[in-house]
Structures are given as structure tokens and as C-alpha cells.
Nanobody, 126 residues
Framework: QVQLVESGGGLVQEGGSLRLSCTAS????????MGWFRQAPEKEREFLAS????????SYADSVKARFTISRDNAKNTVYLQMNNLKPEDTGVYFC???????????????????WGQGTQVTVSS
């Protein structure tokens, strides 16, 4: 229902930071719950963070809660993931996802999202 494009991935040293962006070419972006996931080689897609359509509610995986911050700018049809103190185990392909909803809540389950971007590679070296 919505086209999503991630950007901002790359190679960073352990302890460094990256800011990922996900832009949607969709007029109703303000009613989409957004999420960030990552997938390492030969592993399942893993929940990282979610933000409600108003931006007033956020959810994080325990593994990244102290290091990652999700935010959104509905006027720009964009959601962000600020990643600090990166670790080698953060390496993987990072995906943004969307689910249309009138409820201003977050979603943490992979299967509940209906739209996905193509992903952007994040590599953290030691």
C-alpha cells in the first residue's frame, strides 16, 4: 500500500553512530505505524523499534533501547533510526516497515506489518 525506501546505511567502527532514514511516497503517511527491523545472514528478521503515527508512542527491543532512537517527520513522509554506540552484532540489513491504522499505537511483530522497504546494509567493524 505504500512504497518505502531506506537510506543511510554503511560501514562504521564499533562505538560509532549512524542515522537511517526511510521515506514513503504516500500521501497518508501520518496514519501509518512505522517500524525498524534488521536481519543478519542466516537469521530471522528482528524487531528493533516502532513509532505510532502521532510520534507520541515508541517501542524498542531490549537489546537496543539504550542506544537507538526512532523518530518521524510526517511533513517529510520520513521515519528515522538514530543508532549510537554500535556493536559488531548490529551488523545486518535494516528494513523499515509500515502498517496503516487509526489506532495511535506501536507494533512489534513482523507479521503485522503490511509494507516493507528493500533494506539498507549496516556493517559495524571491530
Amino acid at each position: 500500500q505504500v512504497q518505502l525506501v531506506e537510506s543511510g546505511g554503511g560501514l562504521v567502527q564499533e562505538g560509532g553512530s549512524l542515522r537511517l532514514s526511510c521515506t514513503a511516497s504516500e500521501r497518508a503517511f501520518s496514519f501509518y505505524i512505522m517500524g525498524w527491523f534488521r536481519q543478519a545472514p542466516e537469521k530471522e528478521r528482528e524487531f528493533l523499534a516502532s513509532i505510532s503515527w502521532s510520534g507520541r508512542k515508541t517501542s524498542y527491543a531490549d537489546s537496543v533501547k539504550a542506544r537507538f532512537t526512532i523518530s518521524r517527520d510526517n511533513a517529510k513522509n520520513t521515519v528515522y533510526l538514530q543508532m549510537n554506540n554500535l556493536k559488531p552484532e548490529d551488523t545486518g540489513v535494516y528494513f523499515c516497515a509500515a502498517r496503516q491504522s487509526l489506532v495511535d499505537s506501536t507494533i512489534t511483530s513482523v507479521t503485522e506489518y503490511t509494507s516493507w522497504g528493500q533494506g539498507t546494509q549496516v556493517t559495524v567493524s571491530s
